[in-house]
């Protein structure tokens, strides 16, 4: 049963629009959400994290938005670069310390020049 | 060196054949998990150590599935009697204590295991 789900399997988005990513889970007792991104044969890499506490966070061009009562949260990265074409993997765990965490199918983005 | 590293990062088995997984965490990291990554999946949980305590291991498939941490830094993942339905990307990820500003898990490259 998967409790995390990214429902879109591919983005496209020309270079210097915004890319939004969206994420959605199940589990009301997810307390704390992060994104990584993977390029092939690596692993993947933390981009930017979110706990339950805040609506936003930002790093630069990246920021999650999360809307607790829906479950759902986002990713938007402006303005996107062809260097952000990866595969971008959304993350739920219990609470911030917690081992465990919960991994959606994962995002192909393409950044069109 | 500064990140997680893994070996070997491509094994081919015959069915039936036993594999070792090697994780070398960052050094200083208590905590070592690793996840098994199907084709066009996200990442699955298969065990958690703390120093050498395996604290968990709900996520290991079958009792072919083993791990180990005996000194508390490299880890083994152990499969023995390989099917084709083991064949994944296995990730090994690593952690420091936990906190609020030390949460975030850092991934290895993977072994890519094909079983044939």
């Known amino acids: 049963d998967q409790q995390v789900k990214q429902n879109s399997p591919s983005l496209s988005v020309q270079e210097g629009r915004i890319s939004i990513l969206n994420c959605d889970y199940t589990?009301?007792?997810?307390?704390?959400f992060l994104w990584y991104k993977k390029y092939p044969a690596e692993g993947p890499t933390f981009l930017i994290s979110i706990s339950s506490i805040k609506d936003k966070n930002e790093d630069g061009r990246f920021t999650v938005f999360l809307n607790k009562s829906a479950k759902h949260l986002s990713l938007h990265i402006v303005p996107s670069q062809p260097g952000d074409s990866a595969v971008y993997f959304c993350?739920?765990?219990?609470?911030?310390?917690?081992?465990?965490?919960?991994f959606g199918a994962g995002t192909t983005v393409t950044v069109r020049a | 060196g500064a990140g997680v590293s893994q070996s070997p990062r491509y094994k081919v088995a015959k069915r039936g054949q036993d594999v070792a997984l090697r994780c070398d965490p960052i050094?200083?990291?208590?905590?070592l998990f690793w996840y098994q990554q199907a084709l066009g999946q996200g990442p699955e949980f298969l065990t958690y150590?703390?120093?050498?305590?395996?604290?968990?291991k709900s996520g290991l498939p079958s009792d072919r599935f083993f791990a180990e941490r005996p000194e508390g830094s490299v880890s083994t993942l152990k499969i023995q009697r390989t099917q084709q339905e083991d064949s994944a990307v296995y990730l090994c990820?690593?952690?420091?204590?936990?906190?609020?500003?030390?949460?975030?898990?850092?991934f290895g490259p993977g072994t890519r295991l094909t079983v044939l």
């Open positions: 050094s200083g990291h208590v905590s």
């Open positions: 990820a690593s952690r420091g204590l936990a906190g609020i500003s030390t949460d975030t898990q850092y």
């Open positions: 589990n009301s007792m997810f307390d704390y």
């Open positions: 993350a739920a765990s219990g609470s911030v310390g917690d081992y465990k965490l919960s």
């Open positions: 150590f703390q120093n050498e305590a395996q604290l968990d």
